[in-house]
T-cell receptor, first 114, second 117 residues
Framework: AQTVTQSQPEMSVQEAETVTLSCTYD???????LFWYKQPPSRQMILVIR??????QNATENRFSVNFQKAAKSFSLKISDSQLGDAAMYFC???????????FGTGTRLKVLA | KAGVTQTPRYLIKTRGQQVTLSCSPI?????VSWYQQTPGQGLQFLFE???????NKGNFPGRFSGRQFSNSRSEMNVSTLELGDSALYLC????????????????FGPGTRLTVL
């Protein structure tokens, strides 16, 4: 079975500081994709960043980057220079070529303190 | 390009009733997936439709059903509503079906908040 675990229900970060959100996953498939989605309060969920399992290079999107540790099945999200607009629920998600469906973690609520 | 739209945004029903939710994907997207989001269970996959065919489904009872039309719009139906069906129902569209590899990024709608009394 595929699982995604986010062990931090809530995190806080000071504005302009850096924060790392943790995600671990489990799958026996070799072909899979990992995603971080952001869900702001009362707003639509949007994709933050994605990582293909076959790529060794960590994905980066502006202030967002991941630390993809394939052997450890870890996929953490680093947010640099945090902004008030980064406050949201962050979901880690996995999709494998075997199951063809997204498995989401339980989410981490990020608070950004001014 | 317009995003994913869902109607209605809010719905209040009573136990035993049935409900139909609608989702219009991004133009050109042929895959539509549905999720149930609750504080306790998080995001749970309901099903995915691609080219009017259900390609995959999650672990939900048969009271939950869906369909997709030739224009890729999708509807989800829940019959004999229970209190536990109260949730935010999210629809997501993607260019290809979720097994399609590279273009399997999902774009989410704002959701329909269903309250069952």
């Amino acid at each position: 079975a595929q699982t995604v675990t986010q062990s931090q229900p809530e995190m806080s970060v000071q504005e302009a500081e850096t924060v790392t959100l943790s995600c671990t996953y489990d799958t026996s498939e070799s072909d899979y994709y990992l995603f971080w989605y952001k869900q702001p309060p009362s707003r639509q969920m949007i994709l933050v960043i994605r990582q293909e399992a076959y790529k060794q290079q960590n994905a980066t999107e502006n202030r967002f980057s991941v630390n993809f540790q394939k052997a450890a099945k870890s996929f953490s999200l680093k947010i640099s220079d945090s902004q008030l607009g980064d406050a949201a629920m962050y979901f880690c998600a996995l999709i494998t070529s075997g199951t063809y469906k997204y498995i989401f973690g339980t989410g981490t609520r990020l608070k950004v303190l001014a | 390009k317009a995003g994913v739209t869902q109607t209605p945004r809010y719905l209040i029903k009573t136990r035993g009733q049935q409900v139909t939710l609608s989702c219009s994907p991004i133009s050109g997207h042929r895959s539509v997936s549905w999720y149930q989001q609750t504080p306790g269970q998080g995001l749970q996959f309901l099903f995915e439709y691609f080219s009017e065919t259900q390609r995959n489904k999650g672990n939900f009872p048969g009271r939950f059903s869906g369909r997709q039309f030739s224009n890729s719009r999708s509807e989800m139906n829940v019959s004999t509503l229970e209190l536990g069906d109260s949730a935010l129902y999210l629809c997501a569209s993607s260019l290809v079906w979720l097994a399609g590899g590279r273009d399997n990024e999902q774009f989410f709608g704002p959701g329909t908040r269903l309250t069952v009394l």
